[in-house]
């Protein structure tokens, strides 16, 4: 199988079995959220194996929906899963904010330097600009899980996420092309 084709599996599959038991279980996120962790362990798994090695954000995002997904299966509290998306967000925020601290290089570097070349000021401003922006998605995972409804939110985490950062992201092609580096 191509990778690619692997690659988008594992990361979009969990979140589709999530989905589609969500709403073939009448809107249960106590029933979704069992088989939303079984498919994240198994991606990770099949990352694992065919890769051999796991990405830090898919290793970390597979731990963090077993915890909070078993925390609000175990307290039967959907608070805990609500607010994954937030903890996450303001974790890639800290990190690419403290990193500056603890590295002579932008996180971001470390993280995509092999696959983007780019002069050090180009990633000092990726590195900020994603900085923000993962506060921003943090925000307004919050507002919406605290003001609108558990399905509002549930269309909001898979439909509404996703494309608000896919945006974000085609808005940093004009400073890869300025800071591009011919190294």
Do not use: C, H
């Amino acid at each position: 199988m191509n990778r690619s084709i692997l690659k988008f599996i594992t990361d979009f599959g969990p979140l589709l079995i999530f989905f589609v038991i969500y709403y073939n279980s009448g809107k249960n996120l106590r029933v979704a959220i069992p088989p939303l962790i079984i498919a994240t362990i198994v991606a990770v798994a099949i990352v694992w194996f065919v890769e051999k090695k796991i990405p830090y954000i898919p290793l970390l995002g597979g731990i963090l929906i077993s915890f909070f997904g078993g925390l609000t299966i175990y307290f039967n509290n959907p608070v805990f899963i609500y607010m994954k998306p937030t903890i996450i967000n303001l974790l890639f925020a800290i990190a690419l904010f403290f990193g500056k601290f603890f590295s002579s290089e932008p996180i971001l570097k470390k993280i995509l330097g092999k696959s983007i070349k780019l002069y050090d000021e180009g990633w000092k401003i990726l590195n900020i600009r994603w900085m923000y922006f993962f506060i921003f998605l943090a925000i307004m995972n919050e507002l919406v899980w605290r003001t609108q409804s558990e399905e509002f939110w549930v269309n909001f985490k898979v439909w509404g996420l996703m494309p608000i950062t896919f945006v974000f992201a085609i808005f940093q092609v004009n400073i890869l092309n300025k800071y591009k580096s011919n190294e």
